[in-house]
């Protein structure tokens, strides 16, 4: 069972930016799709950005041009580069990673946007 570690998170005022890292505890296989969703109070989990084997990039429009998601397969890491936060980007950030087995999920990491 893969285990999967997110950092980075933490407070930052609007306009700001943070990298959140996504480390897995065992080698992932480069062709499976990994993500980060997050999920503030009161709301449904939601994707934030995906990326695909073939290093194919998601976003939801709340995000596009702002946060970029990237992946070091050598180093069984994803990241999550996030450039002028907004209030409204205030959650709990999940890492993912899609097997055809099942999904992987982190413990999580709480980024607050607020001055």
């Known amino acids: 069972q893969v285990q999967l570690v997110e950092s980075g998170g933490g407070l930052v005022q609007p306009g700001g930016s943070l990298r959140l890292s996504c480390a897995a505890s065992?080698?992932?296989?480069?062709?499976?799709?990994m993500g980060w969703y997050r999920q503030a109070p009161g709301k449904q989990r939601e994707l934030v950005a995906v990326?695909?084997?073939?290093?194919?990039?998601n976003y939801p429009d709340s995000v596009r041009g702002r946060f970029t998601i990237s992946r070091d397969n050598a180093k069984n890491t994803v990241y999550l580069q996030m450039n002028s936060l907004k209030p409204e980007d205030t959650a709990v950030y999940y890492c993912?990673?899609?097997?055809?087995?099942?999904?992987?999920w982190g413990q999580g990491t709480q980024v607050t946007v607020s001055s």
């Open positions: 993912l990673y899609g097997t055809p087995s099942g999904n992987h």
């Open positions: 065992r080698s992932i296989n480069s062709n499976y799709a």
């Open positions: 990326i695909t084997s073939g290093g194919v990039t």
